[in-house]
């Protein structure tokens, strides 16, 4: 086993028919160091390959709810589920080609065949796993400021189609936020341009850094394709967004009251879409565009509420 696989035990779904099956197929893998979590049912294969994000799959071909082949398909066709995580399905018996090819078409990575040759299998899992934790180094690097350790817009896109997804399956509230950072003095003229440069970077790390120090765990933190700050908020409403403006203002007030620290000399608009109901219908991008065309309208006023909703910026 690699120095690698020592570091970071894989964490590997195994789903088969039987459970003399299951532990056999968990004995051997525990045995190289791997992590396993086993179930009996196809249905709550899939529920926990979502849930859990594992690093590999393993699936009877003819388990009695729902086939491998079936299985492979959804994982392989959903959103929200790591496309790098190998799938592998494993015949009880000798198979045919056409079951091989089946296998394949349906995202299968592998196809194993009884009797199981463990030596081989684990080879072939272990370059599996190694070729999976390359592609999420390799896209990790791209999707966060290194930096700052924000999301880059790819990223954050990246998040906004797993969290819609996740929504409009679930039929729960999402939120896209747009910050934009502003002198403290001219926050409140129409006609205010935004800061030089220089002074649009500084105020903008110190609004980032006040978000995150009131966002949830769940929440994500971003930057849009025109560099503003943005964070997306699963299972929030509009009576959210505006609570956690509250907050942040709040924080802003007291860091400007101190005449130091992030919030000196500078204030902040805000712009939003949220919706109770997320719509598969409408498009992750379409989310964060929204928001964004929230904070450009709210730039646009004088005074106002300290977020700007999409939903009332007038249609002429």
């Not at 893998?29 to 899939?46: I, M, N």
């Not at 765990?217 to 505006?242: C, E, K, W, Y």
């Amino acid at each position: 086993m690699t120095e690698e696989s020592k570091a970071r035990p894989a964490m590997l779904l195994v789903a088969t028919e039987g459970d003399w099956a299951g532990r056999s197929l968990e004995s051997v893998l525990t045995l190289k160091g791997h992590s396993v979590l086993r179930t009996q049912s196809g249905r709550d294969a899939v529920s926990l390959a979502r849930r859990t994000q594992p690093d590999a799959v393993l699936v009877d071909q003819r388990l009695s709810d729902v086939s491998g082949f079936e299985i492979c398909s959804r994982l392989r066709d959903d959103p929200t589920f790591d496309p790098a995580t190998p799938l592998i399905v494993i015949a009880g018996s000798p198979a045919s080609r056409d079951e091989r090819v089946q296998a394949l078409s349906a995202g299968a990575w592998a196809f194993w065949t009884q009797p199981l040759d463990t030596e081989l299998l684990v080879y072939e899992l272990e370059t599996f796993l190694r070729a999976k934790r390359a592609s999420a180094a390799s896209r990790d690097a791209s999707l966060v400021e290194p930096e700052t350790g924000l999301l880059t817009p790819k990223g954050l896109e990246r998040w906004a189609e797993q969290l819609s997804a996740s929504a409009a399956r679930k039929h729960e509230p999402l939120a896209c936020v747009v910050l934009m950072p502003v002198v403290a003095e001219r926050a409140a003229d129409a006609n205010a341009d935004e800061a030089d440069d220089t002074d649009a970077t500084v105020m903008a790390a110190a609004l980032a850094a006040l978000s995150q120090g009131h966002l949830r765990q769940s929440d994500i933190l971003g930057r849009t394709a025109d560099g503003r700050l943005a964070f997306l908020a699963p299972d929030t409403d509009d009576a959210g967004v505006v609570a956690f403006m509250q907050r942040l203002r709040r924080s802003l007030d007291k860091a400007a009251a101190k005449e130091a620290g992030p919030g000196t000399g500078f204030d902040f608009r805000a712009g939003y879409y949220a919706t109770d109901d997320f719509s598969a219908s409408l498009a992750p991008s379409e989310l964060i565009r929204r928001a964004s065309r929230a904070v450009d309208h709210a730039s646009l006023l004088r005074g106002g509420d300290l977020a700007f909703n999409f939903k009332e910026i007038p249609l002429n």
